[in-house]
């Protein structure tokens, strides 16, 4: 049974899921997921898709053309171009199973920029909002057209890490990440045969990192170190998060239900305010980072500001207002925040008492380097 409880679910459906050998479209997983999909919306519960395959679905649909046009994967341009043409196909899928359903949807086709932007953030959570409280289902996807961050195999890899900043976005209860690969493990399982299955995931610490080196299926752009990346925005947005195979039958269905499926990876509190949870994309968008001595460390651990005398270095090139990694000595991310100076004002006043701030930069924008309402920590 569905959890009775409505929640808020994003369902990110990988690439190497819903396609046959990254070139053409699997029809009957698409239509197994909606109706899956179909059945949590009627029960009550908000549903936003975040899905891959416009590249395929474009390759797909060139195909057919007896090779009158001749595209392939060769270049970011032409993966562009395929992604262009396989959007609105890929779409198409989409409306078809959930229109037998009787269920609306629509596209948001979003940048990274889009959400870094704290403007554009706040845009994007009112329309996805409005959507979801209209009863329609969204279906999202990177703009790959503008946007070149997935298929470049950087910044949200196979989307993985752009479905948690939706569900970052959206206040979302509940993340899964559907593809072919079932769970985390502590080795690749389809090279090492005494790789264990990993159920729970209280803390993503370095074993987990170093579990999830290298992609497994070799078809998505993300791999298993993306996902975790995902799970890092996620759980310190206040977001549970899993890692479970699309095959599985009745998976969401289940996962929803409670049952123990694929890998859980436990927030570590309760949601952010929206201002803060914006901050936390600064996991994908942030321009710099700033390293900070133990004084510092526990001072911000007390609810203070950052200031210049406890900045030790700086790395990066950011301008005020940009979102910048806060760092301990060691060179461990602690935090994300807005930054109130350049960093080459930063490198200038690093160190210093606040009250020299006025003698060295141009203009002055207080004594702090980041504010404490400016300033999010992940542990």
């Known amino acids: 049974m569905v959890n009775e409880k409505k929640i808020r679910i994003v369902v990110k459906i990988g690439s190497n899921l819903i396609t046959e050998n990254n070139n053409i479209l699997n ?11 179909a059945s949590i919306h009627t029960a009550g519960h908000q549903v936003i898709i975040v899905t891959s395959g416009a590249v395929a679905a474009g390759l797909q649909y060139i195909s057919s053309f007896d090779n009158k046009i001749r595209i392939n994967h060769s270049s970011i341009v032409q993966k562009q171009i395929l992604a262009s043409i396989g959007q609105p196909i890929l779409m198409s899928a989409y409306e078809r199973c959930f229109s037998k359903n009787n269920i609306a949807i629509s596209q948001a086709l979003l940048s990274k920029d889009d959400i870094e932007n704290r403007l554009g953030y706040l845009n994007i959570r009112n329309t996805l909002n409005q ?32 479905s948690a900043m939706v569900s970052n976005v959206i206040d979302s209860d509940l993340l899964i990440l559907l593809g072919n690969i079932d769970s985390l493990y502590t080795g690749d399982p389809n090279l090492d045969s005494n790789a264990v299955k990993i159920k729970l ?8 990192i170093e579990y999830a080196q290298g992609p497994i299926d070799g078809i998505g752009s993300g791999g298993m170190i993306s996902k975790i990346q995902a799970a890092n925005i996620s759980v310190n947005s206040g977001t549970d998060m899993f890692i479970a195979s699309g095959t599985e039958p009745n998976v969401i269905e289940r996962i929803i239900s409670g049952e123990e499926i694929g890998t859980k990876f436990i927030s570590k509190q309760s949601i952010h305010e929206s201002r803060k949870r914006w901050l936390m ?40 207002g940009d979102i910048i990694g806060i760092k301990n000595s060691k060179s461990k991310i602690i935090g994300w925040g807005i930054s109130n100076y350049s960093s080459s004002e930063i490198s200038k006043i690093k160190g210093m008492n606040s009250s020299k701030i006025k003698n060295i930069v141009e203009k002055n924008y207080g004594s702090e380097i980041v504010h404490r309402n400016n300033l999010v920590l992940t542990n």
């Open 27 to 37: 029809y009957d997983v698409i239509n197994d997921l909606c109706d899956q999909i």
């Open 131 to 162: 959507l979801l409280n209209l009863g329609i289902i969204p279906i999202v996807n990177e703009n790959d057209v503008v946007s070149t961050h997935e298929l470049i195999d950087r910044a949200y890899g196979d989307n993985d890490r752009l």
């Open 201 to 208: 995931v209280e803390d993503i610490n370095e074993k987990i």
């Open 281 to 320: 994309t600064g996991y994908s968008s942030s321009k710099g980072e700033i390293n900070l001595d133990l004084g510092a460390i526990k001072a911000i651990n007390s609810k203070s500001s950052i200031l210049p005398a406890g900045v030790m270095s700086v790395s990066g090139k950011f301008n005020r």
